[in-house]
């Protein structure tokens, strides 16, 4: 029944304002479970490039059942919907917090390798934050995460998140290294976002590179 973000329901739950309704659709249709908290947090996820306002909205619904199920995992997706969208609208304090809440529940629901993902995504926030080292450990927990999974396609990702945090501090020769690995390493999968966002910063590390002799 929600196979896609665009399925009817999502739609119309995400045209509520408030908890208390949000809730009372779900439970009157029987979807107040953890796997629908999960399937809005992935539709976030998809929804915030092309509109920011449903996913926003979607984020708050997954929140709302999250705390009406109160279970680790619910709460954990949903508190990363809730970061995603906060990044998206600029509002990077509440999302480094909303994401600190979400690797806390994920690690205490056993799910570590969501742990990771989130860990991943925490970094950019914390970037435009200035908090760097934050973001270096983010950075450096996550790796330990994919290593032990033996995950290439997120440990690349993972390196264009490095060189993110080497970019913001003008550290151009080691942001290059970071992003040429990400782009060897996506090569073979053809993950096309991933390749377009390693092979971008490498041409802009590259153009500083030369300003800079």
């Given at each position: 029944?929600?196979?896609?973000?665009?399925?009817?329901?999502?739609?119309?739950?995400?045209?509520?304002?408030?908890?208390?309704?949000?809730?009372?659709?779900?439970?009157?249709?029987?979807?107040?479970?953890?796997?629908?908290?999960?399937?809005?947090?992935?539709?976030?996820?998809?929804?915030?490039?092309?509109?920011?306002?449903?996913?926003?909205?979607?984020?708050?619904?997954?929140?709302?059942?999250?705390?009406?199920?109160?279970?680790?995992?619910?709460?954990?997706?949903?508190?990363?919907?809730?970061?995603?969208?906060?990044?998206?609208?600029?509002?990077?304090?509440?999302?480094?917090?909303?994401?600190?809440?979400?690797?806390?529940?994920?690690?205490?629901?056993?799910?570590?390798?969501?742990?990771?993902?989130?860990?991943?995504?925490?970094?950019?926030?914390?970037?435009?934050?200035?908090?760097?080292?934050?973001?270096?450990?983010?950075?450096?927990?996550?790796?330990?995460?994919?290593?032990?999974?033996?995950?290439?396609?997120?440990?690349?990702?993972?390196?264009?998140?490095?060189?993110?945090?080497?970019?913001?501090?003008?550290?151009?020769?080691?942001?290059?290294?970071?992003?040429?690995?990400?782009?060897?390493?996506?090569?073979?999968?053809?993950?096309?976002e991933g390749i377009i966002a390693a092979l971008h910063n490498v041409a802009v590390c590259l153009i500083a590179l030369n300003e800079n002799e």
């Open positions: 029944m929600l196979d896609t973000p665009q399925d009817k329901v999502f739609d119309r739950l995400s045209t509520f304002s408030t908890h208390p309704v949000r809730v009372e659709f779900v439970s009157r249709l029987g979807l107040l479970s953890p796997s629908i908290v999960e399937q809005l947090d992935e539709a976030v996820r998809v929804l915030l490039r092309t509109d920011l306002k449903k996913a926003e909205s979607l984020a708050e619904a997954a929140m709302a059942i999250a705390e009406k199920l109160g279970d680790k995992t619910s709460l954990a997706y949903a508190s990363r919907a809730k970061a995603n969208a906060f990044w998206f609208l600029g509002k990077n304090l509440q999302a480094s917090e909303m994401n600190e809440k979400a690797i806390a529940f994920f690690e205490e629901a056993g799910k570590t390798v969501e742990a990771g993902r989130t860990l991943s995504t925490s970094i950019q926030p914390l970037i435009l934050l200035g908090e760097y080292d934050r973001a270096l450990g983010a950075a450096e927990r996550a790796r330990k995460i994919f290593v032990a999974v033996d995950d290439t396609v997120r440990l690349a990702r993972l390196d264009i998140n490095f060189g993110n945090i080497f970019h913001r501090q003008d550290r151009f020769s080691e942001a290059l290294d970071c992003y040429q690995r990400a782009y060897s390493q996506l090569a073979p999968d053809k993950d096309a």
